[in-house]
């Protein structure tokens, strides 16, 4: 440590050997305390100091002062201090703590046009290193050096320098007294070299090295007078995974330093700060205002007897890597983060101005709350357990905040709104006509921003519908449980539809638009072209219901399109696509014979008179044209009716059906009505449809329905476009 020892002069000389009496009282100036006079070895006192200089004693007339630093060294473990340290993910973070310390070094010392230069050197003379492609070559960075005009590692500064967890620039600024250690989670070593003026005026030049091993080569010597006071800290060999991937520019370092100390820039408190790069030279203070729209707002505050101050910015740039609109917490005179959340998302959404060019909002919270809670390496505010402390939470602090924000923003949320309810209107009349309802009934409550994407907008609709469904079933539950007696029942009706509209409305929507879909699916795999193959077949069939499974497997019945061929064979309680009987639970036959699609709806298993109906579908392909009375889909039928009432019917679980072998049998046959399957048909006594395009009728206690491809698609295109026009989709 630096310790100054004030004495009378009672007698010196400089005899080896002599000593001096310190009489009668003498200080130490950290601890303020005197302490007993006692004879010292004046050789030996000036052998160990690094400085003797003739100074006043508080109230005692002349006396000696003796510093003490040479063969300095920091009595702490720096290895096991960066251990305990947060591992960085960039060397951003480093090159940002020495260009605080030359901020607050001009600030204490009060210098007039306070100036700081950041020189980026890079490796220019290798060969630059590729990333990707060969077009990508980037120069690793070499060294960064940071320089500053500001009061410089006098002796105070240097002992506080080599003190773990220093509170010397805690009252002013807020530090933490560990920023210098992130240094060397980046680079493997600093120099520092630094001109400063002693109390009584004197220059002297102080030259060390930092890195883990110690505070190294320190050397002290007195400055010529025309060496300007002045402190360069070099950071050097970047550890790996440190280095940078991309070409650094004077630009990306400038807008990093007015990021982070973006307090300071709005203020209009920051020195000058030059950015070197590769030959060129930006000053951050011009690059920020040129951003500048308008000067700050700032406005006071009080929450639980705490002071807080907030500056609200507009800017007119688009966002940049780690600078977005919104609000952030500041600490210590910087900004520590943004806040991870906003009531209102406008915050923190691009503003638009009158001819709608992008503004970027910035809103900077201050107060002693901040500089409390903020962790020691000032990323983070560590808000704690609500209600632990005396301190408002971060929701009440927001909530202030934002009514704040609504005044000075008013012109620019209306804009967003405007915005915003282009953005919804256009997604639900394009993208999903199921949320029209909900977006009429909530539109003053939704809000998208206007650079948001169609999956963001999609995302964000879908989270908010199923909210706002989940509250109103929620209260629709309550309101059909509550006792109507002597109430206005009629106006609980009304009430009750009023909620639930909304919700039923998306679902017939949905239901009709994923029918239309399907609809139109099915028309392209009619325009299928044959060439021998049974392409068409397949596709048509596995667009109703996949093949080779049934509905115990994964897919159960979220793929089935049954209502193509009929709406009643949307519910059934057993579906089969293409296994053989002795793999369908419903019948014990063995046999290996395939229904293309079996399904089996129950009313009721037991004694019911009314048990249930089994439906067959039938695919066959297109342009077959050689059936004859043994070989045509009528008959193989007949053959599958015939081996599931010898193997009996069951319900999928096993459990006999009353009258099985009496189930009424539906079946539908989808082919091309050639001319020998037409002949077929009228033999088997079906009639023709009135459309002409299919038959139907009864044969041997089964009914059939033989409809062409053409014939499927427009009646259950028909059938659709009455859900259509009730969810006022007849449009499509």
Known sequence: MTCRVFAILQRATSTPGRKLACSPVAYCSRLRTPFPARDVDLSAVVERSHRLRISEAP??????????????????????????????????????????NSIQSCAISGVKNAEITVEVRLKTQAEPTRKGSSKNYYYPIESISITDNGEGFTDENFESFGMMDTDQKADRFGCKGIGRFLWLKAFQKVTVDSIYRTPNGEKYFRHFNFSKSDIENQSTRKASDDEAVRTSICLQSLIDGMQQKHDVTAEEIAHLIIGHFLLDFVNGTAPRIHVVCRGETLCANDVFEEMRLVEPEKQTFKMADYDFEFIQQKLNLKAKKGFYPGIYYCAGGRVVCKASTTLDPKIESLMLDAEGGDVM???????????????????????????????????????????????????????????????????????????????????????????????????????????????ERREVDDLISVDWSGEDAESKIQELSDKIEPLVAHDLVKFAASRHFYLRMYK?????????????????????????????????????????????????????????????????????????????KLYAVG?????????????????????????????????????????????ADGTEISGANKLPIYCFIVAQITPTLRKQCRNSGLQLGASGDYFFGVVAGVYFEVMSLNSLYKKAKERNHALLTAAGLDNL
């Open 524 to 600: 392209k795999a009619m325009s299928l072209k044959e060439e021998g193959g049974y392409q068409k077949e397949n596709v048509i069939h596995s667009l109703i219901y996949p093949m080779n499974t049934d509905d115990r497997s994964a897919i159960g019945m979220d793929k089935q399109n049954l209502w193509l061929i009929d709406d009643r064979l949307t519910f059934v309680n057993y579906l089969a696509s293409d296994l053989s009987f002795a793999k369908m639970p419903i019948t014990k036959s063995d046999s290996k014979q395939r229904m293309d699609i079996a399904a089996l």
């Open 361 to 471: 909002y910035l809103g900077l919270v201050k107060s002693q709350v901040l500089d409390d809670l903020v962790n020691s390496e000032r990323n983070v505010i560590e808000w704690g357990t609500p209600g632990l402390y005396d301190y408002p939470s971060e929701k009440e602090i927001l909530k202030m905040v934002e009514e704040v924000c609504a005044k000075f923003l008013k012109t620019d949320f209306e804009r967003l709104d405007v915005k915003s309810n282009a953005k919804l209107q256009d997604f639900v009349d394009s993208e999903a006509p199921e949320y029209k309802g909900f977006l009429n009934r909530r539109r003053d409550s939704l809000y998208v921003k206007p650079n948001a994407s169609v999956s963001e907008v999609r995302e964000y609709v879908w989270e908010e519908f199923h909210k706002y469904e989940r509250e």
């Open 607 to 651: 004694t019911s008179d009314n048990a249930g109906e089994l439906y067959i579908i039938e695919f066959k392909r297109p342009g077959r044209d050689d059936y004859d009375p043994d070989k045509n889909p009528i008959s193989q039928v007949l053959d599958y009716v015939e081996v599931l009432r010898a193997g009996g019917v069951t319900a």
């Open 59 to 100: 109230g005692t007339g002349e006396g000696i002062e003796l510093s003490f630093g040479r063969n300095f060294e920091m009595k702490a473990n720096i290895s096991g201090r960066l251990s305990k340290l947060r591992n960085i993910k960039s060397y951003n973070e480093a090159l940002l703590e020495a260009v605080a």
